[in-house]
């Protein structure tokens, strides 16, 4: 449940909604948090819910010593008007067997709020993919049939990759392909909850492996910008593409937020030594 900060809610019709999967490496929210940081995103509320592990901390976009104070907790809203996004930040692990309540909250609360799509930021086990799956970008996508009419072609013009169906059972029915996510959190069950649904959803995927997940994070921002053009790049010239992912690297211009100076912990004690 969506719950506005004092001043009461803003209008989100027309809004696209971003949010992270709570998955492998945690790039999507590592990616939401370079959105957050570099557009100075207003928070306007907060994701009332019982299905994600509770914590409270500092603001992890503080700017001064003045902000560094306020309070941020597990699931919080942020906007930009002038952009018409607005984001779901999620900072803590869902509670075992609670996806499902989190996946019917959030859709409800999309549709109620008329949100005219929802963006997906998610991640998948590198060491999982089939032989189809090494080949070429680690960036996948996915799109419901309710945006596919939308936005396909532009999907087609930046010449992104559609996430592979996988066999069913390997070599007994190898026709038989079903969607194959691990260690994509929620990220299956709130596509096909929105396929059913006739809800906007895409989904943006990076296959990576636990680690320093920030380069992870910058990839699978810049393929968001790619679409969305959140920010500019700096220009369009051969030098500025990735030979890999063919995608124009703003990496540079995306602000790291405070708070990923603690990514890995304090550093050692000089005391120690």
């Not at 096909?192 to 649904?197: A, G, H, L, R």
Request: charged share 20%; aromatic share 8%; with cysteine.
């Amino acid at each position: 449940m969506f719950v506005p900060c004092e001043g009461g809610g803003p209008e989100l019709q027309g809004f696209t909604l971003l949010m992270p999967a709570v998955s492998v490496g945690n790039v999507g929210q590592l990616a939401i948090d370079l959105v957050i940081s570099t557009l100075r995103m207003t928070k306007i509320g907060y994701f009332y819910t019982d299905c994600l592990v509770p914590m409270v901390g500092n603001n992890p976009y503080a700017t001064s010593n003045e902000n560094s104070v306020e309070l941020s907790i597990n699931a919080e809203v942020y906007s930009l008007p002038l952009k018409k996004l607005v984001v779901l930040q999620i900072r803590s692990p869902f509670i075992k067997n609670k996806y499902r309540p989190f996946c019917r909250a959030l859709l409800s609360w999309v549709e109620s709020s008329k949100c005219a799509r929802v963006i997906l930021l998610s991640s998948s086990h590198a060491y999982q993919r089939d032989d189809e799956q090494l080949l070429g970008t680690p960036l996948r996508y996915l799109l419901t049939p309710a945006l596919e009419k939308a936005v396909e072609g532009r999907m087609q013009e930046l010449k992104w990759k559609e996430m592979e169906k996988i066999a069913a059972y390997p070599g007994i029915n190898d026709r038989e392909k079903v969607l194959h996510i691990p260690g994509g959190g929620i990220t299956k069950l709130l596509f096909t909850e929105s396929c059913s649904k006739g809800i906007q959803m895409a989904v943006l995927l990076k296959f990576c492996s636990e680690g320093d997940n920030i380069p992870d994070a910058f990839a699978l921002v810049n393929y968001l910008n790619e679409w969305l053009q959140l920010i500019k790049s700096k220009g369009s010239h051969s030098t500025d593409i990735s030979p890999e992912q063919e995608i124009p690297d703003t990496s540079s211009q995306w602000k790291i937020p405070s708070s990923w100076r603690l990514l890995f912990g304090n550093g050692l004690p000089p005391a120690l030594f």
